[in-house]
């Protein structure tokens, strides 16, 4: 293959890997290929004047051919910034980088669209030899990585709805499994002892009848942020469904899963909820267990709940930690 039609094969490629010089319009077959192809090529002279100016260069930047070929690219045609919004045309152009040591570049730069908003493309540049090896200019290819970034914020969106509570933006009960499994097999393997505490609101159906359910939501909405500023880091807290939350403690012994659960009480008894011109104060019975090796998910769950159970039947607005050793603290 002749010198040029290499290099514009290359081009082609979208993965430019040049190492002789070519002129676009040398060759129809090759030209008809490079005009088509769905990302932008262009090339420049070894002063960065634009030679050449494909159809995928126009569809991704508004600029027509006619309107660049013999401009130079650093007169700001594309006006490349990096993420943090610098300009690179006059000083760290993949382009001219190349052109000056012959490196091929990758990188994601936003270009200025005619139209004046910014796209995201993917440029991959190289240098333009002639037949004795010198640089006498450069080609570049971009992309448009609109799509792609979408895609990936929707599947990122994807698997946050998948494990977010959608009313308090919380971790939903498929986080919060997760999180436990974690945690018993870091007891079993290490020793790292830690709790289960389960809060739940009280007499919340009576909330729901008297206000409705747009205030119910809100009463679980704001007992969320208020939990969600009373557990520490490396705690775990979740809504597990309906009015109840799920919290994973670190906790050495008793005494520190009583005080952190007693923080959750009475921080949520000291708080109020606000909405349409109405003011309420709700409560939390909490329930918790120390894990122990051995424990399932399943098992250290039962006895949180029973420890729940007995904490709503000594009258609610309470805590109540589960054998081996029981203790119950009156409200305050």
């Not at 309906?242 to 009480?265: K, N, Q």
Request: with cysteine.
């Amino acid at each position: 293959m002749p010198a040029n039609k290499h290099a514009l094969a290359s081009a082609a490629t979208g993965a430019p890997n040049l190492s002789e010089t070519f002129d676009p319009a040398d060759n129809n077959l090759h030209r008809t290929i490079v005009e088509n192809l769905a990302d932008g090529v262009y090339l420049v002279d070894r002063d960065r004047k634009i030679t050449y100016w494909n159809h995928g260069a126009e569809q991704i930047s508004g600029y027509p051919a006619g309107s660049v070929v013999g401009l130079h690219c650093f007169d700001n045609i594309l006006g490349h910034v990096d993420a943090q919004g610098h300009a690179l045309c006059h000083t760290a152009c993949p382009l001219a980088q190349t052109i000056a040591d012959g490196e091929a570049r990758e990188a994601m730069v936003w270009l200025k669209h005619a139209d004046g908003h910014r796209n995201p493309v993917r440029v991959r540049t190289s240098p333009v030899r002639d037949s004795s090896g010198q640089i006498i200019g450069g080609v570049e290819v971009f992309s448009d990585e609109t799509a792609s970034i979408r895609a990936q914020a929707d599947a990122a969106r994807a698997r946050h709805d998948a494990l977010t509570d959608e009313l308090t933006g919380l971790p939903n009960r498929r986080l919060f499994r997760a999180a436990l499994a974690g945690r018993i097999e870091n007891l079993r393997r290490y020793g790292w002892k830690f709790g289960l505490l389960i809060a739940d609101l009280d007499h919340f159906k009576a909330v729901n009848d008297e206000f409705g359910h747009v205030f119910g939501d809100a009463v679980l909405a704001g007992v969320a942020s208020t939990l969600r500023g009373a557990v520490r880091a490396g705690d775990v807290l979740a809504r597990w469904g309906g009015e109840e939350f799920s919290i994973l403690v670190e906790s050495s012994d008793e005494a520190d899963l009583v005080e952190a659960a007693e923080r959750l009480r009475i921080l949520v008894a000291r708080s109020e909820v606000h909405r349409d011109g109405v003011t309420k104060t709700v409560h939390v019975s909490v329930g918790g267990a120390l894990a122990r090796l051995g424990d399932s998910s399943e098992t250290l769950f039962a006895r949180a709940d029973s420890a729940l159970y007995a904490a709503k039947s000594a009258g609610r607005n309470r805590i109540e930690i589960a054998q081996p050793t029981r203790r119950a603290q009156e409200a305050t």
